[in-house]
């Protein structure tokens, strides 16, 4: 090899070497790697909490209409409204009163019934074991004066994190159930 060819490979060699130290030194892009790392984790975190937020938010919402909604059926206001179209409507327009900002008001499902005594009012168990909503009895009885109530409301919502978390009853179609409910003895309002 020439003395001239020598040259320009020792050159060569010399410019590579300093290149790969000076790459192998660089940590201007290690910021970057490590957040394309983190960042699914950190924002599939920050989702969920905010839609664990979210859904208190309308669990609290749902617990205040059923709270609003008994007050009226237990004053007698419902049964005062006529018959049992007029009743439901008096029903709703309390619960959509308190808790219609979050909640569309026609998405909910009532089961509502009345019983002589605080033991016998049980209540099925509207989510069954394949993880569907049985809606098949759901009834609504305001009852009479001196009767005991009980009020369940079920929203069903879609939620994108609930299948990590369990801290929600699910449904097998993906989305969430949210239960507010009430029991009471209605006022003497009329003849016990």
């Known amino acids: 090899m020439s003395v001239a060819r020598q040259g320009i490979w020792q050159g060569f060699k010399r410019r590579t070497a300093r290149a790969g130290m000076a790459f192998r030194r660089s940590r201007g ?14 924002f599939g975190s920050l989702f969920a909490i905010m839609e664990t937020g ?66 016998a009012a049980a209540m099925p168990n509207r989510l069954k074991a394949d993880k569907t909503f049985d809606e098949s009895d759901l009834q609504f009885n305001p009852g ?31 989305d969430v159930v949210l239960t507010g409910a009430a029991a009471f003895k209605n006022e003497p309002y009329g003849a016990c």
């Open 29 to 42: 892009g290690a910021t970057a790697v490590e957040f394309a790392m983190i960042a699914p984790l950190f």
């Open 54 to 119: 979210t859904l208190y938010l309308k669990t609290t919402a749902l617990e205040a209409g059923v709270e609003e909604a008994k007050r009226v059926t237990m004053t007698g206001q419902v049964v005062g409204a006529g018959d049992s179209t007029a009743q439901l409507a008096k029903f709703k327009a309390a619960f959509c009163d308190q808790a219609g900002w979050i909640i569309p008001c026609d998405a909910l499902k009532w089961d509502v019934r009345a019983f002589k005594t605080f033991g």
């Open 144 to 174: 009479k004066p001196c009767e005991i109530v009980v009020i369940r409301g079920y929203y069903m919502t879609k939620s994108i994190t609930a299948m990590i978390r369990n801290d929600v009853a699910q449904l097998s179609s993906g």
